[in-house]
């Protein structure tokens, strides 16, 4: 079984430039996630969806962060613009539906210079 | 804002001995998940445990969960030096689907 695929790995952007993330949740998965995690701490929620429709976003900042998940298979993250301070790494996970056990890609690790 | 808090931040033991770590939370939860991250196989999900479930156990692993004392612990027995990590309580709450994430606990295992 394919796991959850994320792309790029790695990006360096300057502040105030843009950028996007990308997700494939496992084939089937209908609750996608998008956490941000800081070196050292735990991953922290930015977006939770079930199917196409978002569940929570209550921790994502909306001035410059914007997701979606169309047809409720992919799923973008964007950031802009971008701040020193969202250095970090963007995962992303899936899974078959709320209550259930997360599946984790292997992130992005996203370096604002 | 974070819901699990983990205890002890870091860990060091000899390899052979068992590692116990603790989660606190501080709200009502569906249930608790227990999560490993190390840097070559990202996070990785260890056991799922319900509010209505006591004890679960997967191999060297046995989770407790006390819901009276809004805690669980986690129970790694006969370490390895592949155990060293960072572990993770997520609660997922019961009043919504949210999945609340700790800071972890760094596992050390000397060999």
């Known amino acids: 079984e394919a796991g959850v695929a994320q792309s790029p790995r790695y990006k360096i952007i300057e502040k105030r430039q843009s950028v996007a993330f990308w997700c494939n949740p496992i084939?089937?998965?209908?609750?996608l996630y998008w956490y941000q995690q800081i070196l050292g701490q735990g991953p922290k929620l930015l977006i939770q969806?079930?199917?196409?429709?978002?569940?929570?976003d209550s921790q994502l900042p909306k001035d410059r962060f914007s997701a979606e998940r169309l047809k409720g298979v992919d799923s973008t993250l964007k950031i802009q613009p971008a701040k020193l301070e969202d250095s970090a790494v963007y995962l992303c996970a899936s899974s078959v539906r709320v209550r259930t056990e997360a599946f984790f890609g292997q992130g992005t690790r996203l370096t604002v210079v | 804002s974070q819901q699990g808090e983990e205890d002890p931040q870091a860990l060091s033991i000899q390899e052979g001995e068992n590692a116990t770590m603790n989660c606190s939370y501080k709200t009502s939860i569906n249930n608790l998940q227990w999560y490993r991250q190390n840097s070559g196989r990202g996070l990785v999900h260890l056991i799922l445990i319900r509010s209505n479930e006591r004890e679960k156990h997967s191999g060297r692993l046995r989770v407790t969960l006390d819901t009276s004392k809004k805690s669980s612990s986690l129970l790694i027995t006969a370490s390895r030096a592949a155990d060293t990590a960072s572990y993770f309580c997520a609660t997922e709450r019961d009043s919504n689907y949210q999945l609340i994430w700790g800071a972890g606990t760094k596992l050390i295992i000397k060999p």
């Open positions: 969806f079930q199917n196409n429709g978002v569940v929570d």
């Open positions: 084939s089937g998965h209908a609750t």
